[in-house]
């Protein structure tokens, strides 16, 4: 069985979003279009967004209810030092926060949101 190539979010407004990760991932979109965009980020990981509106086949998800919040992008840091850069990162970028830092059974981690509320997961692995 092959292993996925990338990860689609499903976004309101394409154009807005992909602005959004261009700004995060300080990288531009090697796709965009109305309805797409597509990323390819160092790591090798592509993230494309989708416009809901547009998804083939259609998705079960209600259009009354936003796209995201059932889905994380996470984001592996080195050690607490860096999860505290990066929180104060996205403090600055005025990101909604979900979660601040915080210590849970896996590791540190914080989480904010894209504008179509899907969880960025920021974390530092506990010691197993």
Known sequence: ???????ILYVENPGHSATFYQQLFAVAPVEASP??????????LR???????????ATTLDAALPAGGCCELVFQLADSAALEAAYQQCLHKQLPVALAPVQL???????VLD????RLRFYVPGKM
Not at 115 to 118: K, L
Request: aromatic residues 16%; glycine residues 10%.
């Open 105 to 111: 059974e896996f590791g540190e981690t914080f989480v």
């Open 35 to 44: 309805g797409f965009a597509m990323f390819v980020l160092n790591s090798g």
């Open 1 to 7: 069985m092959q292993h996925p190539s990338f990860v």
């Open 47 to 57: 993230l494309g967004l989708w416009h809901r509106q547009h998804i083939v086949p």
């Open 115 to 118: 504008p179509d509320q899907h």
